[in-house]
């Protein structure tokens, strides 16, 4: 993916409020910088935003945390955010930090349109890996929710596969997500692009109870 430049990106981020400039230094206590003990739902790689921001905006009562590796896509984000909503905040770091940044306090991971990362020796940068399932183990409250979106089969079945052999439960499993023209789903930018030239969306949700995650 080519990454463009954004004029003014530096000032855009730091005059953010909604951006986190130093994440690391609340690790434990993002339920105190909401103000509130509502469930956090994190989006690993959110790109531009438009799935994280809708979902803020129609979820008041649970918190989202945008997470994104580029400046350039962060401060896409930033400038689609429509007003100051107090239950979204965002953080720029690179997710193999992610277990530095948050412990036992998410509720759900959502990995949309993730880099599928095709060559096979690139395979454990996938976000759906066995060294990210275990920085996932981490950051999780109690009950794991990890829900995944993708159009690539490769990463789908892989995901399954790593998934599965983790202990996840998988629900809602489709290889197409939009068949039934469901108005109320909310989508991703890469979605939207991929729907306009009917490409299937593929997507699971994947399960691991509390009850389960004891007999580890």
């Known amino acids: 993916m080519r990454i463009r430049n954004v004029k003014n990106k530096e000032i855009?981020?730091?005059?953010?409020?909604?951006?986190?400039k130093n994440p690391q230094e609340y690790i434990g206590?993002?339920?105190k910088l909401f103000n509130n003990n509502n469930p956090?739902?994190?989006?690993?790689?959110?790109?531009?935003?438009?799935?994280?921001?809708?979902?803020?905006?129609?979820?008041?009562?649970?918190?989202?945390?945008?997470?994104?590796?580029?400046?350039?896509?962060l401060v896409r984000a930033i400038q689609k955010l429509p007003q100051l909503l107090p239950n979204l905040l965002l953080i720029r770091i690179n997710a193999l930090e992610?277990?530095?940044?948050?412990?036992?306090?998410?509720?759900?991971?959502?990995?949309?349109?993730?880099d599928p990362w095709p060559k096979i020796r690139h395979h454990f940068r996938r976000l759906t890996s066995k060294i990210f399932l275990d920085k996932y183990d981490a950051i999780f409250k109690q009950k794991k929710e990890i829900f995944l979106r993708t159009d690539n089969e490769d990463l789908f079945t892989y995901s399954i596969e790593t998934l599965s052999k983790k202990g996840y439960r998988l629900e809602n499993v489709t290889l197409n997500l939009h068949k039934n023209k469901d108005e109320n789903i909310i989508t991703t930018e890469y979605e939207d692009k991929f729907l306009e030239k009917d490409v299937p969306i593929l997507a699971l949700n994947a399960v691991l109870d509390s009850v389960q995650n004891s007999k580890e």
Do not use: H, T
């Not at 855009?12 to 986190?20: A, G, R, S, Y």
């Open 12 to 20: 855009i981020l730091e005059n953010c409020p909604q951006v986190v």
């Open 40 to 73: 956090i739902y994190i989006e690993i790689g959110m790109g531009k935003g438009k799935f994280l921001i809708e979902n803020a905006k129609a979820y008041p009562n649970i918190n989202f945390i945008g997470i994104e590796k580029y400046d350039s896509i």
């Open 98 to 114: 992610i277990d530095q940044v948050f412990s036992k306090e998410i509720d759900r991971i959502y990995l949309n349109f993730s």
């Open 29 to 31: 206590k993002w339920n």
